[in-house]
């Protein structure tokens, strides 16, 4: 029953996330990508239960390992996603933000 | 924290997922939506640690410490031109960790059937988001050859991977271990496969490889959730999931070419273009500055020139320059143009142009006939008007700016080769197009000077 119900969870998010998304204008790609690739280090969740869980010594370290390269995603990508947004500025408001 | 209450915080991380994505939807909201949405991964990793499964810390501080800080300092070392390659390297690493979640999944007791199948899926996905991503890195850092690596047998030897991969997943689900032997040899043909998959796809296809490796890091989660029985992973996971599929949709449309067309096939060795011969018309900065200051509305159209040429802040300066003379500038941007989707917006953004500027495809060619002057900065195949007329060109079809029907069109060019040999666009022919050669950002910069002076 439990594959049913995230299978359930799986096929809305899906249509939500299509639904979400295709109304991201072109301009925003970029950001999009690598707005995603921080949400995508979600899989830290995982690991962190895996590398603190008391599972076995190889377990925890992949678990660690995985926590590393999730974290680099999660910094890495709303830092980045943050500063490429700041970029966009409206005709009026070009003049004044300069680069960050 | 009880598990119950845990569940009930993913949820209301979820639904910030959700809003921050719908912020996106423009760039005024843009940045709160960002915000939102790395709060929603906040919430999501604090109430994990409450979890009381995790008894020890340290490992986790130094993992995520380490992993912080490289993140950091590369989110503020990239340059704006390098983003694919960054893009390219986070597909990665969301690829990797994947990986190694539903590997250390196997170690938790009374996995089901079906729970083995879905870390088997999150450890292929995973496995093969890492090396096709490192690859495409190379790839696009030119660290490799980014041409498409073609060989006679590649066909059987990927058909041999897959087969392989798919026969070790199912002898190693008949009979699951920690030390199955079959669980490397799914770990390795997957990573193999990766490599294999990315191995013939040239540079100018990377836009739909990116956005592909991109969905894929996102479905790797998402098998990780099912391994762990976790929603948030599955929530998240399938937002870039789709993020990515709409993405290499909206570029292989952009290239009028079908996915399998891009993965299966090396690009350039399709077709031979009908080559065209003619007489192409110089032009000094002079004199385009004088048709330039004459125009009432100007469109720059870019490509991965401009950004290799590093000519963008000097194209929003001459931009300036030219609205203050009373013309209507726009930049328009094709859905393909550099080497990720919205890469020139980006670009253009960095150099303080404003983002109302920027217009698409779809915008500009209905009214690219009011435009009195179309300068192509970098860009080749996304203005070659073959696409539309010549059916022996490999871009026919695709849709293009049609910068040959504005009435005068500038094209940024280095050089030109050997002056009248052939080549596969005509538009540098056209009767209204003028070559500017040189250096695209010294080009622009001597047009800028008369302005000025």
């Given at each position: 029953m439990e594959a049913v119900f995230l299978a359930m969870v799986l096929m809305l998010?899906?249509?939500?996330?299509?639904?979400?998304?295709?109304?991201?204008?072109?301009?925003?790609?970029?950001?999009?990508?690598?707005?995603?690739?921080?949400?995508?280090?979600?899989?830290?969740?995982?690991?962190?239960?895996?590398?603190?869980?008391?599972?076995?010594?190889?377990?925890?370290?992949?678990?660690?390992?995985?926590?590393?390269?999730?974290?680099?995603?999660?910094?890495?990508?709303?830092?980045?996603?943050?500063?490429?947004?700041?970029?966009?500025?409206?005709?009026?408001?070009?003049?004044?933000?300069?680069?960050? | 924290m009880s598990a119950v209450m845990i569940n009930l915080w993913y949820v209301v991380a979820a639904a910030l997922f959700i809003f921050g994505l719908k912020q996106l939807g423009s760039p005024a909201t843009a940045v709160r939506g960002n915000v939102l949405s790395s709060l929603a991964m906040v919430i999501a990793i604090a109430v994990t640690l409450l979890n009381k499964e995790i008894l020890t810390f340290e490992l986790i501080l130094v993992a995520a410490l380490i992993g912080a800080v490289i993140g950091a300092i590369a989110a503020q070392k990239v340059e704006m031109t390098s983003m694919p390659e960054m893009v390219a390297l986070f597909n990665g690493s969301g690829g990797i960790a994947s990986l190694m979640v539903g590997w250390a999944a196997l170690y938790n007791m009374g996995n089901t059937t079906f729970t083995d199948v879905t870390i088997l899926l999150s450890i292929v996905i995973g496995g093969m988001t890492f090396s096709g991503s490192i690859l495409a890195w190379g790839k696009l850092?030119?660290?490799?050859?980014?041409?498409?690596?073609?060989?006679?047998?590649?066909?059987?030897?990927?058909?041999?991977?897959?087969?392989?991969?798919?026969?070790?997943?199912?002898?190693?689900?008949?009979?699951?271990?920690?030390?199955?032997?079959?669980?490397?040899?799914?770990?390795?043909?997957?990573?193999?496969?990766?490599?294999?998959?990315?191995?013939?796809?040239?540079?100018?296809?990377?836009?739909?490889?990116?956005?592909?490796?991109?969905?894929?890091?996102?479905?790797?989660?998402?098998?990780?959730?099912?391994?762990?029985?976790?929603?948030?992973?599955?929530?998240?996971?399938?937002?870039?999931?789709?993020?990515?599929?709409?993405?290499?949709?909206?570029?292989c449309k952009a290239m009028n070419r079908s996915l399998g067309h891009v993965l299966f096939s090396g690009f350039g060795a399709v077709k031979q273009a009908t080559k065209v011969e003619g007489e192409v018309k110089p032009i000094v900065a002079e004199d385009a500055f004088l048709i330039l200051e004459a125009a009432q509305s100007v469109s720059f159209v870019p490509g991965y020139g401009m950004a290799v040429a590093q000519a963008q802040h000097v194209v929003r300066e001459l931009g300036e320059l030219l609205e203050k003379n009373g013309a209507e500038v726009t930049y328009a941007i094709h859905p393909v143009a550099g080497r990720m989707p919205g890469h020139m917006n980006v670009l253009l953004a960095e150099a303080n142009v404003p983002y109302d500027q920027l217009v698409e495809m779809e915008d500009i060619n209905p009214r690219i006939d009011n435009v009195d002057v179309a300068v192509v900065i970098g860009a080749n195949d996304v203005v070659n008007p073959s696409a539309r007329n010549d059916e022996n060109s490999p871009i026919y079809g695709m849709p293009i700016i049609n910068v040959d029907q504005a009435r005068t069109v500038f094209v940024l060019k280095r050089s030109m080769g050997s002056g009248f040999s052939g080549v596969d666009n005509p538009l540098f022919f056209g009767d209204n197009t003028r070559m500017l050669f040189g250096d695209a950002k010294q080009s622009i910069a001597a047009v800028v000077a008369e302005f000025k002076g």
């Amino acid at each position: 029953m439990e594959a049913v119900f995230l299978a359930m969870v799986l096929m809305l998010s899906i249509f939500l996330g299509f639904e979400l998304i295709s109304k991201v204008p072109a301009t925003l790609h970029t950001p999009l990508m690598s707005g995603a690739n921080a949400i995508s280090g979600i899989t830290i969740v995982g690991a962190l239960i895996s590398a603190g869980g008391e599972s076995g010594a190889m377990s925890s370290y992949l678990g660690a390992a995985a926590v590393m390269f999730a974290m680099i995603n999660v910094a890495g990508g709303y830092l980045v996603t943050n500063r490429m947004l700041s970029m966009f500025k409206k005709k009026d408001a070009g003049q004044t933000g300069g680069k960050s | 924290m009880s598990a119950v209450m845990i569940n009930l915080w993913y949820v209301v991380a979820a639904a910030l997922f959700i809003f921050g994505l719908k912020q996106l939807g423009s760039p005024a909201t843009a940045v709160r939506g960002n915000v939102l949405s790395s709060l929603a991964m906040v919430i999501a990793i604090a109430v994990t640690l409450l979890n009381k499964e995790i008894l020890t810390f340290e490992l986790i501080l130094v993992a995520a410490l380490i992993g912080a800080v490289i993140g950091a300092i590369a989110a503020q070392k990239v340059e704006m031109t390098s983003m694919p390659e960054m893009v390219a390297l986070f597909n990665g690493s969301g690829g990797i960790a994947s990986l190694m979640v539903g590997w250390a999944a196997l170690y938790n007791m009374g996995n089901t059937t079906f729970t083995d199948v879905t870390i088997l899926l999150s450890i292929v996905i995973g496995g093969m988001t890492f090396s096709g991503s490192i690859l495409a890195w190379g790839k696009l850092s030119e660290v490799m050859t980014s041409a498409a690596v073609v060989f006679g047998a590649q066909r059987i030897v990927n058909a041999g991977i897959l087969v392989g991969l798919v026969v070790c997943s199912v002898l190693f689900c008949l009979n699951p271990s920690v030390d199955s032997p079959y669980l490397y040899a799914v770990i390795a043909l997957s990573l193999l496969f990766g490599v294999m998959a990315v191995l013939p796809i040239g540079g100018a296809d990377m836009p739909v490889v990116i956005s592909l490796l991109n969905s894929y890091s996102g479905l790797a989660a998402c098998a990780a959730g099912f391994a762990i029985n976790n929603n948030i992973l599955i929530v998240a996971g399938s937002m870039v999931g789709a993020a990515g599929i709409i993405l290499t949709n909206i570029m292989c449309k952009a290239m009028n070419r079908s996915l399998g067309h891009v993965l299966f096939s090396g690009f350039g060795a399709v077709k031979q273009a009908t080559k065209v011969e003619g007489e192409v018309k110089p032009i000094v900065a002079e004199d385009a500055f004088l048709i330039l200051e004459a125009a009432q509305s100007v469109s720059f159209v870019p490509g991965y020139g401009m950004a290799v040429a590093q000519a963008q802040h000097v194209v929003r300066e001459l931009g300036e320059l030219l609205e203050k003379n009373g013309a209507e500038v726009t930049y328009a941007i094709h859905p393909v143009a550099g080497r990720m989707p919205g890469h020139m917006n980006v670009l253009l953004a960095e150099a303080n142009v404003p983002y109302d500027q920027l217009v698409e495809m779809e915008d500009i060619n209905p009214r690219i006939d009011n435009v009195d002057v179309a300068v192509v900065i970098g860009a080749n195949d996304v203005v070659n008007p073959s696409a539309r007329n010549d059916e022996n060109s490999p871009i026919y079809g695709m849709p293009i700016i049609n910068v040959d029907q504005a009435r005068t069109v500038f094209v940024l060019k280095r050089s030109m080769g050997s002056g009248f040999s052939g080549v596969d666009n005509p538009l540098f022919f056209g009767d209204n197009t003028r070559m500017l050669f040189g250096d695209a950002k010294q080009s622009i910069a001597a047009v800028v000077a008369e302005f000025k002076g």
